[in-house]
């Protein structure tokens, strides 16, 4: 029993968290809507004073500790579609289990600026997911989806690739400000279950 305590005890000393925003690198890239999760993430680095100071692991990053909690705040530099090898690279580094990592992305699905947690689950067609998901080797990790619905009289990578109007951003700023919350939540120790309930 002592000993279980121990490890117990170890677990919780070293745990870590990882938040990653995705998106595409580079200027051509900045803003549009396939980088919502880059704005997301950009948010709270600005509300916190934080600065992504590190590049290694394919990846933007920095490290910093809050209530005795290490975090990770990642931005993938491998575009969208290979997203995965940046966050299996950190969360090798750090022995980051899965359900650790809370992964931002935008979503088709959902009207624009509209949130959803989920704890695990399928890629939804996502591209940059599906890379997550074939090198974590699971599913099990969780995701905050922001809504940016899908186009209606142009292409789908057109849609992506473009900025919102100054209506559309509007309500992914709200978004972006409740992922703030949604964020120290998780890192926190919140389980999905509370996020889901809290937030969806």
Same mark, same amino acid.
């Given at each position: 029993m002592l000993e279980l305590m121990r490890l117990t005890r170890k677990r919780v000393i070293?745990?870590?968290?990882?938040?990653?925003?995705?998106?595409?690198?580079?200027?051509?890239?900045?803003?549009?809507?396939?980088?919502?999760?880059?704005?997301?993430l950009?948010?709270?680095?600005?509300?916190?004073? +934080?600065? +992504?100071?590190?590049?290694?692991?394919?990846? +933007?990053?920095?490290?910093f500790r809050v209530n005795g909690e290490d975090v990770v705040l990642l931005e993938p530099q491998t575009f969208m579609n290979e997203s995965g090898r940046s966050i299996s690279q950190v969360a090798?580094?750090?022995k980051v289990d899965p359900e650790d990592i809370l992964v931002i992305h935008d979503d088709m699905d959902m009207p624009i600026g509209k949130i959803r947690i989920?704890?695990?689950?399928?890629?939804?067609?996502?591209?940059?997911?599906?890379?997550?998901?074939?090198? +974590?080797?699971?599913e099990k990790f969780n995701r905050l989806k922001i809504g940016i619905r899908h186009p209606e009289?142009?292409?789908?990578?057109?849609?992506?690739?473009t900025p919102f109007n100054k209506e559309q951003q509007e309500l992914m700023d709200q978004a972006f400000e409740a992922?703030?919350?949604i964020?120290?939540?998780?890192?926190?120790?919140?389980?999905s279950q509370y996020l889901m309930n809290k937030y969806n």
């Open positions: 070293n745990s870590m968290k990882i938040i990653a925003g995705l998106g595409n690198p580079g200027a051509k890239y900045d803003r549009t809507k396939h980088n919502t999760g880059f704005m997301a950009e948010t709270y680095l600005k509300k916190n004073s +934080l600065t +992504l100071d590190k590049n290694k692991f394919e990846g +933007l990053w920095t490290k090798n580094f750090f989920r704890a695990n689950g399928k890629s939804g067609g996502h591209n940059g997911i599906k890379s997550i998901i074939r090198d +974590l080797g699971t009289k142009v292409s789908v990578v057109s849609w992506v690739l992922s703030v919350n964020i120290d939540d998780f890192i926190a120790g919140r389980d």
